[in-house]
């Protein structure tokens, strides 16, 4: 898939239409364009609550699906998943500005990324050792997604369907 550029908002907003009402989510477009994903193995949030249901948009939920279950494959049982810490999430859909932006969209305003892991992954900090499993990552990456850890940038918990 040929995902928009974060770096031109027109590109986004053409490709996954405009998720913002009035500082908030437009609900008609969260109604035709936000689609559940059961996730294949356990999950939490990082602050505690357990993950039911994450939220993307139908044009890239199935290769944050195909990265899930390729993780689940990968190390096989909930204990070792829990063990690469893999099952704790920031979360999917999120209508808000990016860090530090007083006007760009993040990308999960678009139901467009998933953070993995943010306490251990911290923004701002290149990937290292004890982050994010490299193999984990490649999961997303096989999947046709976007790692914000790749390649010395500085989100490692950061997985998106927009490129950069």
């Known amino acids: ?31 035709q364009n936000i689609v559940d994903l059961i996730p294949p193995y356990e999950m939490r949030y990082s ?4 993950v039911k249901k994450l939220r993307f948009h139908r044009k890239c939920r199935d290769a ?8 689940k494959t990968l190390y096989g049982t909930q204990k ?8 704790l ?14 006007r760009s969209w993040s990308t999960h305003s678009f139901g467009a990324a ?10 701002r900090s290149k990937w290292r050792p004890g982050f994010i499993p490299l193999e984990a990552a490649n999961c997303f990456q096989n999947a046709g997604l976007i790692w ?11 997985f998106q369907a927009v490129a950069r």
């Open 148 to 158: 914000r850890g790749a390649n010395g940038d500085t989100d490692p918990m950061h």
């Open 1 to 31: 898939m040929q995902w928009p550029n974060e770096r031109k908002p027109a590109e986004l907003i053409e490709f996954y239409g405009d998720p913002v009402l009035h500082s908030s989510i437009n609900p008609q477009w969260e109604r």
């Open 47 to 50: 602050w505690g609550p357990p």
């Open 89 to 102: 999430t920031g979360g999917s859909l999120m209508v808000r500005l990016k860090r530090g932006s007083s």
């Open 64 to 71: 944050f699906g195909e990265a899930l279950l390729a993780i």
């Open 80 to 87: 070792d998943i829990e063990a690469h810490r893999l099952h």
């Open 114 to 123: 998933i953070d993995i892991d943010p306490q251990h992954n911290p923004f």
